[in-house]
Nanobody
């Protein structure tokens, strides 16, 4: 079973959106979760992660604008996106159960959601 994303849509530049990712199992059993995105014609890239202990990491391009959080009761991870820019336009994916290595978050290749489209109009 894969995580399930929701919350994407069309928003004007400067606006906000909140994405949700419902995990396939209880968050306490998952080492870490993360958000990635794939802009049109580009490769998938890391956005943010949250470890079981609550530590968060962010890509430089979203620091100060995006916030990853979780609700353990709902087994859901969120991505609050503020001050959106046209370059944030992408399909956003949730990844469940990755690990941390020296280079940062290493995704679990067997546990991707289906993705949710975020389009920011300039």
């Amino acid at each position: 079973v894969q995580p399930v994303e929701s919350g994407g849509g069309l928003v004007q530049a400067g606006g906000s959106l909140r994405l949700s990712c419902e995990a396939s199992r209880t968050l306490s059993a998952i080492n870490a979760m993360a958000w990635y995105r794939q802009p049109p014609g580009q490769q998938r890239e890391f956005v943010a992660s949250i470890a079981r202990g609550g530590t968060t990491t962010y890509a430089d391009s979203v620091k100060g604008r995006f916030t990853i959080s979780r609700d353990k009761d709902k087994n859901t991870v969120y991505l609050q996106m503020n001050s959106l820019r046209a370059e944030d336009t992408a399909v956003y994916y949730c990844n469940e159960g990755g690990t941390y290595v020296s280079g940062g978050y290493l995704p679990n290749r067997r546990s991707w959601g289906q993705g949710t489209q975020v389009t920011v109009s300039s």
